[in-house]
């Protein structure tokens, strides 16, 4: 074995030990819920394909055609010759659903992350983030080279504190928070933190990968209850409800005009292909046109809550924190048995001792599986 095996090795067999390890599991999907993984045909609780567009038939054509039409790549960054003519179209789209200037489209969520927070804060600067934010904002974050400060999960209070403390230290200040959590489903106190925000000349940016296209109406996580809260920097992603890829900032003309001017991840990386930025346009008109289709979801994640006994969900994404890793991966193996897929979340996704099952829930999952699932999750996973 040569030195670099022998490191490789070691450190799969301490995964191994704490139960860390992962695997890929090929998974055919079925349709928007059936899928075929790892050899057993189990309804998916996984997917974040929350209203199943990524089967959608006017939304597979549109990438269609455009494959006929432009090729299947871009050729190039989009600076160069990859920016095809489908991208000012969903750009526009963007802005539109989230009622600001303009919009720009990146290579996915974890590019526009790691991207974008740089462009706004260098060395002098603060990054102020949730503790449970996303994976690829610590990452950006940490590419900034700025001074990097956690805030308690949605504790303005102790954020306020931090800025109390620290603001004047920096040239500017970046808050930054998922408006839908991944790995927890609810929501950021995003009106709260903009005024803080404001207070403290700082600057609020949500990341929207889990609210576009299910809560606010399908516009995310700034216009729920009937409001409009207008945080200046919303990222989000199209790989979810929008059941594309790509990642995307909506903002101000300037600040997106200085995005293409200064993100590396723009950049130096080559645009999107045409037929995924036009299967995310298709998918955006989906949403924009069937407001009712899109609150499924979480009508559907608030009946499991109900049925299951768990406090009500505020997205399409329910945690059932079991605690230890190897009782995680016990748990969703026993679901599995009953026919449902449903993923174990392990640490480093999630804070040590709280490995969970994490749970989403689609406008096409039907009413008496769930009901069926949130039995046994009640009185085999709960209960125990
Ligand atoms: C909150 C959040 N932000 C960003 C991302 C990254 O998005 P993408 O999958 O488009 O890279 C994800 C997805 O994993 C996410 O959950």
Wanted: hydrophobic residues 45%; glycine residues 8%; aromatic residues 6%.
């Amino acid at each position: 074995m040569t030195s670099l095996d022998r490191f490789a090795q070691s450190k799969l067999d301490d995964l191994e030990r704490r139960h860390l390890r992962r695997a890929l599991a090929e998974t055919y999907r079925e349709d928007g819920i059936w899928v075929e993984h790892d050899g057993k045909r189990l309804l998916s609780f996984s997917c974040n394909d929350y209203l199943n567009l990524t089967q959608h038939r006017a939304v597979k054509r549109a990438a269609a055609a455009a494959v006929e039409r432009y090729g299947a790549g871009s050729g190039a960054s989009r600076l160069i010759t990859g920016n095809h003519p489908l991208y000012a179209e969903l750009e526009t789209r963007l802005a539109r659903i989230k009622d600001t200037e303009a919009a720009v489209v990146f290579g996915s969520g974890y590019l526009a992350n790691s991207g974008i927070i740089p462009v706004l804060i260098g060395r002098d600067g603060l990054v102020l983030l949730d503790e449970l934010s996303h994976a690829c904002i610590y990452a950006g974050a940490q590419l900034s080279r700025g001074r990097v400060l956690t805030f308690r999960h949605n504790d303005v209070a102790h954020a306020c504190e931090l800025l109390a403390s620290h603001r004047s230290e920096h040239d500017h200040a970046l808050i930054v928070t998922d408006g839908v959590f991944s790995m927890d489903g609810d929501l950021a106190p995003l009106s709260d933190l903009l005024a803080l925000a404001n207070e403290h000349d700082a600057w609020l940016m949500s990341d929207d990968a889990h609210g576009l296209g299910v809560v606010g109406g399908g516009r995310g996580s700034s216009f729920v209850g009937n409001t409009h809260i207008p945080v200046p920097l919303q990222m989000g992603t199209l790989s979810k409800a929008v059941g594309a890829y790509g990642g995307y900032l909506c903002a101000s003309g300037p600040v997106i005009e200085l995005m293409r001017n200064r993100t590396r991840t723009l950049i130096y990386s080559t645009g999107l292909p045409p037929a995924i930025v036009a299967a995310a346009t298709a998918a955006l008109e989906v949403i924009e046109r069937e407001p009712g289709y899109a609150a499924l979801p979480v009508q559907k994640a608030k009946a499991f809550t109900k049925a299951a006994g768990l406090p009500a969900a505020e997205s399409p994404i329910v945690p059932v924190i079991v605690g230890e890793e190897e009782d995680t991966l016990d748990a969703s193996r026993m679901l599995a048995e009953e026919g449902f897929l449903v993923a174990a979340i392990r640490p480093p996704t999630v804070p040590a001792g709280t490995a969970r099952l994490r749970l989403t829930f689609t406008a096409q999952h039907p009413d008496d599986q769930i009901v069926r699932l949130a039995g046994i999750v009640r009185d085999k996973i709960l209960a125990a």
